[in-house]
């Protein structure tokens, strides 16, 4: 269903943040780059905004957003740090890097967002655009990735294109993104828990905090019903074609998803490297557009080579385990 909207691509020079602003302002539906992945804004303060956000990427309505701030003193206004969050954002941000914190009382932001939580999701993104536009329109915007809810998060504005055209007001243009995974997610109401692996390692902000954060266990991540990180759903950075991890032999008919130099056998034409060199930054950053590229070759499984769970590979892991929940 396409909601019949004239979607605007702009490119990002001098005006854009301004015009991204007033619409945005206007209750409209921007998506705009991120250093992570690109993210579809709203004001955060407008429910009606929020609202048709929702209906445009198909969400569930229980799925709470984060509020992308431009800077510190805007993320205190909206939520109440504490000695181990502050120093989290303070050497973090801006950067790939969420806090999960108690709302302040007089928290502006709708609770159509926050999905009637008590707590709320707040970054300040490490991308000049982004930036420009919080600090033009001079409120928290929430924006989740800029895709039809449960596709795989673009990384370029064609990716937007690909799935939100006609259902949103405008893409700023600002070319492909840096880290290419979602950011990290810390929930700081009581532990500090990792509750989504993402751009920034969960080692970094271990040695920042001096002790392990909490995991999530795993019958929590699994159940659907009653999330605790609604994102955390099962089967949520999906490709369409089905997908088989930790493959050290392409079988008939599989599209290979490599990474690093070595070998892997049967591989075939269909073949893309995530970093021939092993990097995984590198890899994080081609990793979805990689995906959608196998994704529309009609292959019939993709095959995806293992990948080191250290670093990004944390966050690269995580999305590709999702990836091959079974979709229904
Ligand atoms: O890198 C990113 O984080 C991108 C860019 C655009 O900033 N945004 C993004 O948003 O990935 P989204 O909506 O795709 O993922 C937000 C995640 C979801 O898993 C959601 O359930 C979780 O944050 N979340 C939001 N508020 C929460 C809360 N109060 N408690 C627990 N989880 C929360
Ligand atoms: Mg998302």
């Known amino acids: 269903m396409k909601l019949g909207l004239t979607t605007k691509t702009i490119a990002a020079d001098g005006h854009a943040s301004r015009e991204a602003a007033n619409c945005l302002a206007d209750g409209g539906l921007v998506a705009f780059p991120t250093e992570t992945v690109y993210g579809l804004g709203a004001d955060a303060t407008n429910a009606e905004a929020i609202a048709r956000l929702y209906e445009a990427k198909g969400r569930p309505s229980f799925n709470p957003l984060i509020a992308h701030v431009s800077d510190l003193a805007a993320a205190k206004a909206i939520a109440r740090f504490d000695e181990k969050s502050l120093r989290l954002a303070k050497t973090f941000w801006p950067g790939p890097l969420t806090l999960v914190l108690p709302k302040t009382d007089d928290c502006a932001i709708c609770d159509l967002a926050t999905a009637g939580l008590d707590t709320i999701a707040v970054r300040v993104p ?4 982004a930036l420009d ?9 929430v924006a989740p990735s800029a895709n039809i809810s449960g596709h795989v998060s673009p990384t370029t504005a064609a990716h937007v294109m690909a799935d939100l ?3 949103i007001d405008m893409i700023v243009d600002g070319g492909p993104v840096s880290v290419g995974v979602e950011s990290t997610i810390v929930g700081c ?45 099962a089967s949520h950075y999906a490709p369409r074609t089905p997908v088989r991890l930790n493959v050290r032999a392409v079988e008939a008919g599989e599209a290979l998803l490599a990474f690093g130099p070595a070998e892997i056998s049967g591989q075939g034409s269909d073949a893309m490297n995530l970093s021939q060199r092993g990097d995984l930054v590198e890899a994080a950053a081609n990793l979805f ?19 080191p769970d250290t670093g990004l590979g944390e966050a690269i892991n995580d999305r590709l385990r999702r990836a091959a929940v079974p979709q229904d």
Do not use: C, W
């Open 133 to 141: 536009i919080l600090r033009a329109l001079g409120k928290p915007v």
């Open 165 to 167: 055209n006609e259902r």
């Open 126 to 129: 490490a991308h000049p655009i």
């Open 289 to 307: 557009s990689y995906l959608r590229t196998l994704d529309a070759k009609g292959a019939r499984r993709i095959a995806v080579a293992p990948i």
């Open 189 to 233: 109401f009581g532990e500090m828990t990792l509750l989504r692996p993402g751009g920034l390692p969960s080692a970094e902000i271990e040695a920042v905090l001096g002790e392990p954060l909490a995991r999530l266990p795993e019958q929590i991540e699994a159940d659907q019903s009653a999330p605790l990180a609604p994102g955390m759903l």
